[in-house]
């Protein structure tokens, strides 16, 4: 009975929503980028064509596990894979037949329809960083997270004109229960940010909880017919997929969310040392995740996902940002292109212990990957460092000002008339300049990508200034962004509906920490 009223409540309220929403404060957001640029392509029609078979082969002859779900082994036993205890082998073209039914081209929902994004075909939508359990800042250096510190990763998301989505846990709350986190962190996305968002993806029942909560903010029947989640599913490479990650696809692909099937590979550890060797790998737990997610509910919406990189064979530690890592981010996109699935990877990836030079190499690297490689979803796009185990708010800022950069090279490079500029060549001739030509006056404020963070400032005044480094400056930007930022208009019915829901939730358990 109560949460039959706290859907009826939910409806109303558009009186005093329109209301909050002509008194609230318009934030610039960019729209997601479409490129019109090729793709980089460095796999031969040969070199395809081996991966695929040789991925067939793994299916069909070694085959993957589905451990801990008796009900994954019946759907795959019917569909005609052969099951020997929690090994499924799947014949050649089967996983690639089912596959098929999976949408190109997603949309997905945000409560502002004006920051709706859409993933697939030649789109790049960016979302930032997911799942580091500390937090570094100027003020506070490196500490365990805590849901103030995600609470304002979420408003900064928010105010950053180039990232489109709000991602999903931009650092892990330690303070809050692990099983009541989801709750907090949901309903965070919900309040403060109109972008779209993610779901819970630690256990099947938080997934249900997203997907209920997702009932109230955008109605129920919106939801089954619409995606308005994305959620990342890992697989455990190599070739296992467990019931816990599996147990969440299963929700909501059963609701018509999507999922984000990635293998989590770090390179010699959990996968070949070889790029054709990895890339091997990579499509076939992919074709057996997506495949997976297609038994549950034909036409579901998935992306495929490669989250690959190399290791220091002297630590034995992840590293980012290497040539090989791109390597197989370009072959990751040509093999999912061919599949015709939305593709995730890329970031702002990087191993450095602070937002240091290291941190900016391998992050230009790996963003910059992700633009010519034709990634659909690019996760942890800003804020990554130490490997992923830190959300770092500088960092953050610095990531989310060089994604303007990616929108203006998707661009392309116009050939219009004003672009061709003869006009303006005819002005200045031989040995004038075009400063106060008609065609700059024109074209000025457009011509160029301006960075709102980095110092184009002559060395005399930067030193006046107090001889800011790049840090200093993040740090600064951080501040005034959380200054100025105004929470987004929402239904007061919707939002006392999300909190009733949470705290309902929350009262119905008792605090878990592990």
């Known amino acids: 009975m109560a949460e039959a009223g706290t859907r009826r409540r939910a409806r109303g309220g558009g009186g005093a929503a329109r209301r909050a929403e002509r008194t609230s404060v318009k934030i610039e957001a960019a729209r997601y980028i479409e490129r019109n640029i090729p793709n980089f392509e460095i796999l031969t029609s040969e070199a395809i064509e081996i991966i695929e078979a040789n991925a067939e082969a793994v299916l069909e002859e070694v085959g993957v596990n589905f451990v801990s779900n008796p009900a994954a082994l019946a759907r795959w036993k019917e569909a005609g894979a052969s099951v020997d205890g929690e090994r499924v082998r799947i014949p050649r073209g089967l996983a690639r037949k089912l596959c ?13 329809p004006e920051r709706n994004v859409e993933i697939g075909g030649k789109t790049l939508v960016c979302a930032p960083v997911y799942g580091p359990p500390f937090v570094r800042d100027t003020e506070g250096g490196r500490r365990y997270a805590t849901m103030a510190d995600f609470e304002k990763f979420v ?7 180039w990232l489109h989505h709000s991602g999903g846990t931009v650092c892990e709350p330690t303070d809050v229960p692990v099983n009541k986190r989801h709750l907090d962190m949901l309903r965070a996305h919900m309040i403060y940010s109109d972008k779209p968002f993610m ?36 697989i455990n490479s190599p070739m296992t997929f467990d019931d816990v990650m599996m147990g969440a696809l299963e929700v909501y692909a059963a609701n018509n969310q999507a999922c984000i099937v ?52 002297n630590s034995g530690a992840p590293t980012f940002g290497t040539p090989e890592a791109s390597q197989i981010l370009y072959g990751a996109g040509q093999l999912f292109r061919r599949l015709g699935l939305p593709f995730r990877s890329g970031g702002g990836l990087c191993g450095s212990k602070l937002p240091d030079a290291q941190a900016a190499y391998e992050t230009a690297h790996t963003h910059n990957a992700a633009l010519m490689g034709g990634v659909n979803f690019m996760l942890h796009a800003c804020g990554w460092l130490e490997g992923g185990l830190v959300s770092s708010f500088e960092k953050f800022v610095m990531d989310a000002d060089q994604l ?13 008339a004003n672009a061709q500029a003869l006009d303006a060549i005819h002005e200045v001739g031989p040995g004038g300049h075009y400063l106060g030509c008609a065609h700059t006056q024109a ?8 960075s709102n963070l980095l110092d184009y400032k002559p060395f005399e005044t930067w030193a006046d200034e107090g001889a800011r480094d790049t840090n200093q400056l993040a740090s600064e930007r951080v501040a005034t962004l959380l200054s100025q930022y105004q929470q987004p208009a929402i239904d007061p019915a919707k939002r006392e509906a999300i909190d009733a829901f949470v705290a309902r939730r929350k009262e119905e358990m008792p605090d878990a920490f592990v």
């Open 100 to 112: 098929a039914t999976a949408p190109a081209r997603i949309t997905q929902h945000a409560r502002n």
């Open 199 to 234: 779901g819970s993806v630690t256990e099947p029942s938080r997934a249900q909880d997203s997907v209920d909560m997702c009932g109230l903010l955008f109605g129920e029947q919106f939801v089954q017919d619409n995606t308005v989640m994305t959620s990342l599913i890992n």
């Open 404 to 416: 303007g950069v990616l929108h203006k090279l998707a661009e392309g490079v116009a050939a219009d």
């Open 262 to 313: 990635s293998p989590f590979i770090v390179g010699g550890a959990m996968a070949p040392v070889s790029v054709a060797g990895t890339l091997t790998q990579v499509l076939a737990e992919v074709l057996a995740g997506v495949a997976y997610s297609q038994l549950v509910r034909p036409g579901a919406p998935v992306i495929a996902g490669a989250f690959v990189t190399s290791i220091d064979m």
């Open 443 to 450: 074209n000025f404020k457009e011509a160029f990508w301006r």
């Open 155 to 161: 408003k900064l998301g928010y105010m950053s004109k």
